[in-house]
């Protein structure tokens, strides 16, 4: 069986921002998301909260609806290399050569869009990169909703799972590093799990739990 290291992206190998917050602003100041995009956004998380579809926001991707999903990949490569890049902690980099070299797979999981987790795969050098999918219709155009499985809270766990079947991982004797406390549902499939940038409630439940806890 294999040992995987598996990392959290936004907060953990990226400290302090967000990278599809930062696309979004990327996008805004380029005129490719324009008032009527913000619009249609706001009126489709005001509806869905209305609903009581809980934090739909994060699975709200109406500001990228019916945009040219190769232009917006584009943009991301785009965005990845003049605003992302520069925030990498070297400090993570380090790590992930230290247990690629060691051996580990080396895994991204990311609530994400899934064109930027394939630029920290590429800039990281890991094995296998999973984010968030955006739904695409038959002419490439993209619907405003995600496609699969959200890769956030609950559904890292079910990633996970699936990563386990089909790569024969060794969860006891991996590793997973990540910084909020949402993450705690796949940190705990793991050996190994590491606090990366806790977050206050993270900290406090790694403490608790006699987990590890780093700064990168």
């Known amino acids: 069986m294999k040992k ?12 302090n921002i967000s990278s599809e917050r930062v696309l979004f602003r990327f996008l805004i ?3 490719i998301v324009t008032s009527k995009d913000l619009l249609r956004f706001a009126n489709i998380f005001l509806n869905k909260l209305l609903f009581f579809k809980g934090l739909y926001i994060r699975r709200n991707k109406y ?5 040219e999903y190769e232009k917006i990949v584009s943009e991301i490569n785009e965005c990845f290399r003049k605003r992302i890049s520069p925030h990498i902690s070297p400090v993570a980099l380090e790590e992930i050569s230290r247990l690629k070299a060691d ?17 920290f795969k590429q800039y990281c050098n890991a094995d296998i990169g999973v984010g968030t999918g955006l739904a695409v219709n038959d002419e490439g155009v993209i619907t405003g909703e995600i ?4 890769s956030y809270s609950g559904g890292k766990a079910k990633i ?6 089909e790569h024969n991982i060794d969860l006891a004797s991996s590793l997973a590093y990540a910084n909020q406390y949402v993450d ?4 705990r499939m793991v050996g190994y799990p590491v606090a990366v940038n806790a977050s206050p409630l993270l900290r406090v439940y790694a403490k608790f739990n006699r987990w590890k806890i780093v700064e990168f």
């Not at 500001?63 to 945009?67: A, R």
């Not at 051996?103 to 630029?119: K, R």
């Not at 996970?160 to 079947?165: K, L, T």
């Open 160 to 165: 996970v799972n699936r990563m386990v079947a």
């Open 184 to 187: 705690i549902k796949f940190m």
């Open 29 to 31: 100041e380029k005129g």
């Open 103 to 119: 051996g580990y797979m080396i895994i991204l999981l990311s609530g994400t869009l899934n064109p930027f987790v394939d630029c």
């Open 63 to 67: 500001y990228l609806k019916d945009k």
């Open 4 to 15: 995987a290291a598996i990392f959290d992206i936004d907060g953990t190998i990226i400290k």
């Open 147 to 150: 496609d699969g499985i959200h």
